[in-house]
């Protein structure tokens, strides 16, 4: 199902984005975003944004914490073999 990532600035209150259609699960980004009452977040950006672990080789990743939300629900990924 579709996820939404909000971040700031954000012009919608939680209730605005809690009422979009068609978006099932809420991605929050690095940022103070509005609370999503009765429903939360599923996927959480951690900071830094641009985290240089010893074992990237140089390379920035950007960090995401995955969990159920309020609802209980969680991203479904996947990706090719």
């Known amino acids: 199902p579709p ?4 971040a700031s ?4 209150s ?3 984005l809690a009422a979009r259609p068609n978006i ?3 991605h929050s980004g690095a940022s103070d975003n ?3 009452v009765g429903i939360g977040y ?3 950006q951690l900071l830094p944004t641009n ?4 074992w990237g080789q140089g390379a920035t990743v950007d960090l995401d914490i995955i969990s159920r939300d309020r609802r209980g629900r969680i991203p479904m990924l996947w990706f090719p073999s």
């Open 9 to 12: 600035p954000q012009p919608l």
């Open 42 to 44: 599923s996927i959480f």
């Open 51 to 54: 985290f240089k672990p010893a």
């Open 24 to 26: 099932h699960l809420y």
């Open 14 to 16: 939680g209730a605005q």
């Open 34 to 36: 509005p609370d999503l």
């Open 3 to 6: 996820i939404l990532y909000v």
